[in-house]
């Protein structure tokens, strides 16, 4: 991505603004104590529902504000943008609502769902361009039509307008709040919301502890503050596609270096089970990056004890094909899931054996894939077992190699799991 190079720092008075802007169009979303989070930490935890918003997150504030701050002429010949999902239905929105012009591009494997979703938002005034197999692919080719044609390109993250309109969130739950906030937890992915928030708490409330959350496979913004320096990271774990980018901005970056009272990392297994949890204790449906803040509770237990804290949930497009895979992760991440090679002799009865005297009463076998070699003793298969407890997986292996069923043990070795899995 370009990087900017003018200092800059969100005035309160541009903020303030955006949320007047804003009122046409963004729902000021509830902050709601959830009870489940509250008792498990021994705190006051409550949620600022931006999965509540009409395209299902809080980006509608910043590209609604960065479109309506454009001029007559610059809205004439139209914008355009790049993004794999919730940026472009905010901006497909603001389209609509302004009645431009705008070219979305998006990466050509992006599920069906959000395409669709982007444009029952932007209607007959948005053209979706699926281009290239990932967001720089997409990214690259907006930014080749938009200075090749002059269009304004609206970024996800790295634009004063964006910010200040994202920021338009935490003066909501200043509004809202009855009491002091202790902590604010904020996801952070290209940094846009993280930098709004943090720069009105530091203003309006400088005793809070501004905290970001990032996923451990894309820790673009620590690495950042850690090095000094706003690198690209060489490769990132994408699954968390609301907040999984190689490299912040450099507007967001100064201003989160200077603003954020820590940055923190999650695994993505931990995101994994907070989904399913919010899901099965709350009835809330988030998507990955709205899990973010959440999942980060547990690192802060000690410090948020009996203090009023804030998650922000971001927001809520979660693709229902994903859900094989949230759960598979989280089993993962709990030590509940385990993939092996097992060597199975080539004689009747072997499979049995395995099933009655190696496995435990409560394991269950979820993945199998055999390939029998006549010219070898031992038949290799790829089992993947789903186990009760974490401390089952001592006992179990223990009995493979008793009875020599062994041959790999699969979940600590990256390489060779994903190409056999």
Do not use: W
């Not at 080719?141 to 964006?162: M, N, Q, R």
Request: proline residues 4%; glycine residues 8%.
């Amino acid at each position: 991505m370009e990087l900017t190079t003018k200092t800059y720092y969100p005035k309160l008075e541009n903020i303030q603004k955006a949320a007047t802007i804003l009122k046409e169009v963004v729902a000021e979303t509830p902050l709601l104590k959830n009870y489940t989070y509250s008792k498990k930490f021994n705190a006051t935890i409550l949620l600022k529902r931006e999965d509540l918003q009409q395209v299902r997150s809080y980006k509608i504030r910043g590209a609604y504000n960065k479109i309506h701050s454009l001029s007559d002429e610059e809205l004439s010949n139209g914008i355009v943008c790049a993004s794999a999902g919730n940026h472009a239905q905010g901006v497909a929105l603001a389209c609509s609502k302004k009645k431009i012009f705008g070219t979305i591009f998006m990466p050509a494997p992006t599920p069906k769902q959000k395409v669709e979703q982007v444009r029952m938002f932007g209607g007959k005034f948005v053209d979706i361009q699926l281009s290239g197999d990932t967001f720089d692919d997409a990214y690259n080719a907006a930014k080749y039509v938009s200075d090749s044609l002059g269009k304004t390109f609206v970024h996800p993250f790295d634009d004063e307008k964006i910010i200040e309109g994202q920021g338009t969130v935490a003066l909501e739950i200043l509004e809202q709040s009855n009491e002091p906030i202790d902590y604010v937890f904020v996801p952070v992915g290209g940094g846009g919301l993280a930098s709004g928030v943090s720069s009105v708490f530091k203003i309006l409330s400088s005793k809070t502890k501004v905290i970001g959350v990032e996923p451990e496979g894309a820790p673009s913004m620590q690495t950042a503050i850690n090095e000094n320096e706003n690198i690209k990271l060489a490769s990132i774990d994408k699954f968390v596609d609301g907040a999984a980018v190689q490299q912040v901005g450099n507007l967001t970056y100064k201003i989160c270096k200077e603003n954020l009272h820590d940055m923190v990392t999650v695994p993505e297994g931990k995101v994994c089970q907070t989904i399913l949890d919010m899901y099965n204790k709350d009835a809330i449906v988030v998507e990955p990056a709205g899990a973010l803040t959440l999942s980060a509770l547990e690192q802060y237990k000690e410090e948020i004890r009996g203090k009023n804290v804030v998650c922000v949930v971001s927001g809520s497009n979660n693709d229902i094909t994903r859900t094989a895979e949230i759960k598979e992760r989280a089993l993962l991440y709990n030590g509940l899931k385990h993939y092996f090679i097992i060597r199975f002799p080539q004689r009747a009865g072997a499979l049995k054996e395995f099933v009655m005297d190696v496995l435990g009463k409560n394991d269950d076998i979820t993945f199998f894939e055999y390939s029998k070699k006549t010219s070898r003793e031992n038949g290799p298969a790829v089992v993947g077992i789903e186990l009760e407890k974490k401390a089952d997986l001592s006992p179990l292996i223990t009995r493979m190699k008793e009875r020599n069923f062994f041959g790999e043990y699969l979940n600590d070795k990256p390489n060779l799991f994903e190409f056999l899995i």
